[in-house]
């Protein structure tokens, strides 16, 4: 068996390279960045409560962008390999089919050099960190890198997930996309409210300050759980329906919706395994961020069951016709009818 591989994958594998490793850098720094100027992303000097909470967020986000930073490195590169594919299309040299293996290694080279290039956040993030004052280390800037670190070897993973399913790319591009603006969201509420600029937690807004309303035994936010939930679903959908109207890649867009909300959940996990050391409002985001999966999970289901089941054919029934006696062997119509006998013929 064979495959299509885009032009430059066999012709230009240096081009393909040197482009995941400038978009995934680009990518961590232009992220970083934005965290850095909002304040989302901030490595306190004190040891309080609020150093505390800080320091499990920026964690979080630490790792959240290391490994999206990959990933998007490596969808970057691929999509600019099919432009030039298709600026080329009039060269039948890059339309040659070649095997299968050299496609998995082609997306497998992008995925390794977005690694590489994402490899800038981990400087990005322990240069600040050495702000920071931990009791239970001397080197915050160690531990914070060490996270970045982890971040880029989970978004490998997910970077080749991406490049071999279309659905998995755009859930994670749209997932990228929506928390920044969730996150621009808090931050301007926080300032509107009076609040000031604070930290935002990787995918949750606190939308309301009631401390008892919205809160259920003082650590799920229903109105942060409904958003965080409700928004994986909807992307995990989205992301799916192109790829849902193709039988043969249908399995592929109905686990899609995993791949946004897991890299999240991940990042979470590895800010605070034990859920020690965070706030009572933060634990709402990371009891929450499983669950997410599974609402993305079942946004792309969803989807893709509704494709397979607009494909059933319909039984179709046989039309009655009124005429259909008049056009028989023995209709009124037909020369072969036999002469009437009998009284009928009176």
Known sequence: MTATVPGMAVRGWGGSVAAAIGVAAGAGAAQLGLGYGLGIIVWLPAADRAGEAAWAASLAWAAWIAATSTVAGAIGAQRLGAAQRAADADDDALDTDVPDTTTALWRLSLAVASAVGALVTVALIAVPARAAERADTFSPQTIAAGYAVLGVLVGLVIAVWSTSSAPVAANVIATICWLWLLAVIAVIGGVVSGDGPGTAQLGVWQITGDPERFWFRDYIYWPGAALALGSAYIIGAFSARVAARDPGRRVGAAVSGVAGPLVVAVAYFLAAPRLVGIRPEQLSAHLLAPYAVLA??????????????????????????????????YGPESEEAPEPTGWRAR
Not at 312 to 321: C, D, F, M, N, S
């Open 296 to 329: 993305g999970l079942a946004g792309s289901v969803t989807v893709t069951a509704l494709a397979q089941r607009a494909e059933r054919p319909r039984p179709v029934l046989p039309a009655q016709r009124e005429d259909e006696f008049d056009e028989g062997p």
